[in-house]
């Protein structure tokens, strides 16, 4: 079964590079694609340094496009969705994500971290359900036209048509994981106006999927 690891990424070139470290040990990889969403710092020359695929978005469209032009690349039959500033991930994490897609046990795998940093293991309890990293099936993916339109509401269309067509999803702990913070890239004002943007279009795609 091929695997495509795709990493949307916009301004990474600080974090990417300890995330893609990781998954040039993975075999079960066919693909690593990073999908540059508009980035104006070397993102993507650092991706093409680590021996990735690289896709390039002339401006940033956000989280949805990224992942769906990842997967336009990619024939791959399942996709591992990985954020680009990951904090201590390991080979055994990859390997818990997608075990239960190659045993067909799921259709969708969910992480969640675990005794990584206070700041992200907290978010995970208040909102398991928006972690993105995640294994999926190809077809659950393509089967979904609105994607490319979501941004930072990915996951959650993502959930609701899992839920709809009950799609099996299995949770898996990702221990020590963690990410990079939003206020530690661009400042506390920045990275707080960027965190509350992030929030409001998940919002707004929590709101479109409950009216559909």
């Known amino acids: 079964m091929k695997v495509a690891a795709v990493i949307p990424a916009y301004n990474e070139a600080k974090n990417i590079g300890r995330v893609l470290a990781t998954l040039r040990e993975c075999p079960s990889l066919s693909q690593v694609i990073v999908v540059s969403d508009g980035s104006t710092d070397q993102t993507a020359a650092v991706a093409r340094r680590m021996g990735a695929q690289v896709v390039?978005?002339?401006?940033?469209?956000?989280?949805?496009?990224?992942?769906?032009?990842?997967?336009?690349?990619?024939?791959?039959?399942?996709?591992?969705?990985?954020d680009a500033d990951l904090i201590g991930l390991t080979s055994q994490h990859v390997k818990d994500l997608l075990a239960p897609i190659f045993t067909q046990e799921a259709m969708m795998t969910i992480g969640c971290f675990t005794a990584?940093?206070?700041?992200?293991?907290?978010?995970?309890?208040?909102?398991?359900?928006?972690?993105?990293?995640?294994?999926?099936?190809?077809?659950?993916?393509?089967?979904?036209?609105?994607?490319?339109?979501?941004?930072?509401?990915?996951?959650?269309?993502?959930?609701?048509?899992?839920?709809?067509?009950?799609?099996?999803?299995?949770?898996v702990d990702l221990p020590n994981l963690s990410q990079v913070l939003k206020e530690e890239k661009l400042g506390l004002a920045r990275g707080f106006a960027a965190r509350m943007q992030m929030y409001w279009q998940?919002?707004?795609?929590?709101?479109?999927?409950?009216?559909?």
């Open 56 to 82: 390039e978005l002339p401006k940033n469209k956000g989280k949805g496009a990224a992942v769906m032009a990842g997967v336009a690349a990619t024939t791959a039959e399942v996709i591992l969705l990985l």
């Open 202 to 212: 998940i919002l707004r795609a929590l709101v479109t999927v409950k009216m559909q």
């Open 116 to 171: 990584g940093r206070l700041a992200t293991d907290l978010a995970q309890q208040i909102v398991p359900e928006l972690n993105g990293q995640r294994a999926i099936r190809r077809e659950l993916l393509v089967a979904l036209p609105d994607l490319a339109q979501s941004r930072y509401g990915f996951e959650v269309v993502m959930n609701r048509s899992a839920q709809i067509n009950r799609y099996k999803v299995v949770w």
